[in-house]
């Protein structure tokens, strides 16, 4: 198979961790027999500093000429801590998922038998827990108008949704829970919230068209102690941009580190692959970011192409890895591997099994 990879590795670890999926999906293509061409963009700060935009219109090009997009992280203290900076690169990947129209964010949350221990969480609890969160990605209080602040001490953002937002990703929720295990839960706070009642009309109507899909609904704040609690209960959770946002973050505590969860925000001409975490600017240059979200990310881009045996290669060197203890210090503070470390064991891996 032969594709066009549009590779934006952005700000912060983001280049490191892109580096060593590039080394793993070399590996894939040598065993495999296949071509993977890379294009890469600058996205984020860095493409603030080089072009005065976020999202050059350059880099816009490559992503749709491209067969999918590999994206890294962006974001930078200089920005986070400057609340009046005119431009952002969080502008640069807002704008990239809306322009794409990438309006489902698939956030996969695996509890890995081998570092069970390590989670903050009780073995006993998160045991077993295999669940995925549908998040909406290109509506509500992300991309509502905005009123900033103009000296007067206001500020405000509107939350809206339309209903063709909500029945979109709802599908493709409940077409994922029909083939895993017929579950879905709507997070939401329909008791305070007129879009989230919104959500829970057009999705119980929806719920009609899939019989075998049980559905159930809970508020964000229960939601967020449940996943916690008993993880293990979810199957598949739907929900909105900033809950989604916020909850993906939370339920990587149960995979043992941010440093573990990939990300697949899907629309219906273009996909991009994107670990959920951010560009961990106290790491940057140091080696020792934990690359295994964004490699996973490119194991959903090898299963979005229908290379299953691929990215089930993939997951089985990740999983010989962490067997291994050949991990980075958020999963290995005492013995830790460096980034470049992992990257290459998974890689010899995949060449040799
Ligand atoms: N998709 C994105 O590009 C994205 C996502 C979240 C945050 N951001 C941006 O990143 C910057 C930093 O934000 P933040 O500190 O809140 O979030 P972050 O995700 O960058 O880091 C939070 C913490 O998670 C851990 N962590 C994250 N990635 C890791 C990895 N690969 N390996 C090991 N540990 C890891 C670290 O302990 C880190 O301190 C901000 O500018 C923010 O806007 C970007
Ligand atoms: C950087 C930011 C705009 C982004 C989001 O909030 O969607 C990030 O936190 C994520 O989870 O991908
Ligand atoms: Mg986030």
Known sequence: MNKKVAVLPGDGIGPEVIEETKKVLHAIATKYNHTFEYTEADVGAIAIDRHGDPLPDSTLEICKSSDALLFG?????????????????????????????????????????????????????????????????????????????????????????????????????????KKRRGKMTLVDKA????????????????????????????????????????????????????????????????????????????????AMFEPIHGSYPQAKGKNIANPMATILSGAMMLEHWGLMNEAEKVKEAINRALDENIVTEDLNPATPHKTSEVGSFLSEYILNH
């Open 73 to 177: 992280a962006i974001g930078d203290p200089k920005y986070d801590n400057d609340p009046n900076a005119p431009v952002r690169p969080e502008q640069g990947l807002l704008k990239l998922r809306k322009e794409l129209n990438l309006f489902a964010n698939l956030r996969p949350i695996l509890a890995f038998d081998a570092i069970l221990h390590l989670s903050p969480l009780k073995e006993d609890r998160i045991k077993g827990s295999d669940f995925i969160i549908y998040r909406e990605l290109t509506g509500g209080i992300y991309f509502g108008d905005k009123k900033e602040d103009n000296g007067e001490g206001v500020a405000s953002d509107l939350l809206i949704y339309h209903k063709e937002e909500i029945r979109r990703i709802a599908r493709l929720a409940f077409e994922a829970a």
């Open 191 to 270: 008791n305070v919230l007129a879009s989230s009642r919104l959500w829970r009309k057009e999705v119980q109507q929806l719920a009609n068209e899939y019989p075998e899909v049980t559905l159930d609904f809970l508020f964000v704040d229960n939601a967020a102690m449940q996943i916690i609690l008993r993880p293990s209960q979810f199957d598949v959770l739907l929900t909105s941009n900033m809950f989604g946002d916020i909850i993906s973050d939370e339920a990587s505590v149960i995979s043992g580190s941010l440093g573990l969860s990939p990300s697949a925000s899907i629309g219906d001409q273009y």
